[in-house]
Nanobody, 114 residues
Framework: QVQLVESGGGLVQAGGSLRLSCAAS????????MGWYRQAPGKQRELVAT???????NYADFVKGRFTISRDNAKNTVYLQMNRLKPEDTAVYYC????????WGQGTQVTVSS
């Protein structure tokens, strides 16, 4: 069992920044990917970024150069630094932990105003 707790969402103006955090508890391995997905109203959930020890960090094209994912394995915590936010980044952001299955956090709302 893995539990994921996100924090750091909120309302920000376009061009601003936010930092999301996700703390994992339970049986967590640094070799399994942790990451972020997002889901906007009326759209499917989509990958934002993932990170795992020994593997390349993976970013969706629409966040490259603006978002940075990082991970503190000692704390079992993953972060998403989001810069130069756009209104189209508005979504619920979900933390994930992947083994053979995917564990999800409860989600945190990010709203970017124009």
């Amino acid at each position: 069992q893995v539990q994921l707790v996100e924090s750091g969402g909120g309302l920000v103006q376009a061009g601003g920044s936010l930092r999301l955090s996700c703390a994992a508890s339970g049986t967590v391995s640094r070799f399994n990917a942790m990451g972020w997905y997002r889901q906007a109203p009326g759209k499917q959930r989509e990958l934002v970024a993932t990170i795992a020890s020994g593997r390349p960090t993976n970013y969706a094209d629409f966040v490259k150069g603006r978002f940075t994912i990082s991970r503190d394995n000692a704390k079992n915590t993953v972060y998403l630094q989001m810069n130069r936010l756009k209104p189209e980044d508005t979504a619920v952001y979900y933390c994930s932990y992947q083994t053979g299955a995917i564990w999800w956090g409860q989600g945190t709302q990010v709203t970017v105003s124009s």
